[in-house]
């Protein structure tokens, strides 16, 4: 089968912000433009094509990363609309870690809010290149020159506007191109500008673009110095270059409701993001001997994909979406998951429109394509040809923040809750569920109360089963101090085979945020090959049951440097308990902490109830960061621990008599206050 398009003119892309930016409208004007549905969705009526899930189209947010293809300019785009909210976030990085390019778009009213700083840090952390839509410009209060200011401060960016808004809230009349050097007028707004005074402003900033690139670009530089007039060919070559290597984010501006700039949007996509050939290279390992492989961006290289997200569909059964890196792969045929090093047949390919599909014979190299009948492969999982073994970096997920216990209403439905809580938490990687021997009860965690309640939702929806939840705990962890070294020895004998395992671990304080790292330094055979999983798989058990109060153990290094074996009596059971022994009297001795999860939280108020607000975060142990000053409103950025949060937005309604709004997003975690540690731990104890 011959490829549709040639690869670089593929691109695989995000449209990512901020709740109640605009996402879901603006990909909706593109897949409209793009003609790829003729009628145009809306989100608070509940019909846009992307929020296709049921809760979606009742809550008007988007819950789930929808993918779907469109065409422009004989180009292939492939797009990924991500939730907004901050519960959502794994559907954010998944679908960042698999694409080359971004679409931010921002409220031209708010600007710069909480979770653009969110999803801005995940896009520079795999080096997305982005282009920014400053959305909303007809609403009353909307500031371009503001935002701009905003994305070069907050989010520490070379903003670079390529177009202005002509006029701004009800006056919103057009657009300034500084590229192509022309005015775009709305045939629906009756008021004109001066054209002089219109000519003059685009001279003077499109000179300012100019002076700009020339600075960041040498080509530019040489031709502005040499007097020469730039073609608008060279200059959207300089854009392309400076925004493909993330050193400049051009800046486009519009109104997605009102269908203003979406096509001029479609330009840039084309014009500046990069194809799967400008990204060139993906570095992965070889899984037996660690030595670094690249795979070039190509179908004549061997075939590679990354499993970024898995879906039960009620339908098709076991749904994996997958980007083809390189090479290319038939439907049917046999894959290695260099993962867990075990061979897959794929089923039928897919291209996915929101939850429609379209089957296709084949996928190649840049394609998102979803497929059946991978039965053990994971979210994060590398797939590859069984005769060129590459193994991926993983995808690495935020630790949840909040907690509840769970239970049937009917003691009939406890098989039918396990199989449901076990296939969500295949599908959301920050979703997880935990069954306490102690209390007995099933224990669920995620990232936020609406996370937690809208799989509530879905349990009943989707499973049919209906479910009584306890009041949300925090998610607390435990990490520790300084480094240890600790011994594990297992030995039992009864009569025939006996059990022999031997270990020695280095237990050291991770980075922040950085999760368990396991490592050995097994030299000569001290410990066989062979049982170093078991090891590590104990120590993965040990740090899940946690050492000061029972939280599990984050942040931590763990290294098996010695150890013994016996000939006979040595096993995977043996060498997993020992290293669980090791773990459990380390980590006692490792000085460990209790840590607490802190949000990163902004108040947007009038000024009058900005001191009553102040009072009430300084009572929830909130770090003030900064405040900012809007018209006659102000901005509180802070940083709140969870456990201080419940009930904050019924107090902000009443300190403010409704008028002001917050949104909030997990920030990281931090050592929990000595005294309030010993209440917990004090606590834990009286519970045992």
Known sequence: ????????????????????????????????????????????????????????????????????????????????????????????????????????IFDGVAGVEAQSEAVWRQADKYHVARICFVNKMDRIGADFHHTVTMINERLRSKALPIQLPLGSEKDFRGIIDLVENKVITFPDNGNSA????????????????????????????????????????????????????????????????????????????????????????????????????????????????????????????????????????????????????????????????????????????????ATVGLKMTSTGDTLCEPAHPVLFEAIRFAEPVLSMAVEPKTKADQDKLDDALAKLAMEDPTFKVYYDKETGQTLISGMGELHLEVLMERIFREYGIRV????????????????????????????????????????????????????????????????????????????????????????????????????????DVAFRMAAFMAIRDGIGKAKPVILEPIMEVEITTPNEFLGDIIGDLNSRRAHIEGIESRAESSAIRCLVPLAETFGFAGDLRSLSQGRASYTMCFHRYEELPQDLAEQIVARVGRTK
């Open 1 to 104: 089968m011959l490829r549709t398009f040639p690869l670089e003119k593929v691109r695989n892309i995000g449209i990512i912000a901020h709740i109640d930016a605009g996402k879901t409208t603006a990909t909706e004007m593109i897949l409209h433009h793009t003609g790829r549905t003729y009628k145009i969705g809306s989100v608070d009526e509940g019909t846009a094509v992307m929020d296709w899930m049921e809760q979606e189209k009742e809550r008007g947010i988007t819950i789930t990363a929808a993918a779907t293809t469109c065409q422009w300019r004989e180009h292939r785009i492939n797009i990924i609309d991500t939730p907004g909210h901050v519960d959502f976030t794994a559907e954010v990085e998944r679908s960042l870690r698999v694409l080359d390019g971004g679409v931010v």
């Open 194 to 369: 001066s054209v002089g005074e219109v000519q003059t402003l685009l001279a003077k900033h499109r000179q300012v673009l100019i002076v700009n690139l020339a600075e960041l670009d040498e080509q530019i530089m040489l031709l502005y110095l040499d007097g020469q007039d730039i073609s608008v060919s060279q200059i959207k070559a300089a854009i392309r270059r400076l925004t493909i290597s993330n050193r400049i984010v051009p800046v486009l501006c519009g109104s997605a409701l009102r269908d203003k700039g979406i096509e001029l949007l479609l330009d840039a996509i084309v014009d500046y993001l990069p194809s799967p050939v400008d990204i060139s290279s993906v570095s992965g390992t070889n899984p037996k001997t660690g030595e670094k492989i690249l795979r070039m961006a190509s179908d004549d290289e061997p075939f590679s994909a990354l499993a970024f997200k898995t879906v039960s569909d009620p339908f098709m059964g076991r749904l994996v979406y997958l980007r083809v890196y390189s090479g290319k792969v038939r439907a049917g045929a046999q894959v290695l998951n260099s993962t867990i090093d075990k061979k897959e047949r794929l089923g039928k390919l897919y291209i996915m429109h929101a939850d429609h599909r379209e089957e296709v014979e084949q996928a190649e190299t840049g394609s998102i394509v």
């Open 468 to 571: 009584n939840a306890g009041k949300p705990l925090v998610a607390y962890k435990e990490t520790v101090t300084i480094p240890v070294e600790s011994e594990g020895k297992f030995i039992r004998q009864s009569g025939g085979r006996g059990q022999y395992g031997h270990v020695w671990l280095r237990i050291e304080p991770g980075e922040r945020g950085n999760g368990f790292e396991f490592r050995h330094q097994i030299r000569g055979g001290v410990i066989p090959r062979e049982f170093i999983p078991a090891v590590e798989a104990g120590v993965r058990s040990a740090l899940q049951s946690g050492g000061l109060a029972g939280y599990p153990v984050i942040d931590v290094k763990v290294t098996l440097y010695d150890g013994s074996f016996h000939e006979v009596d040595s096993s």
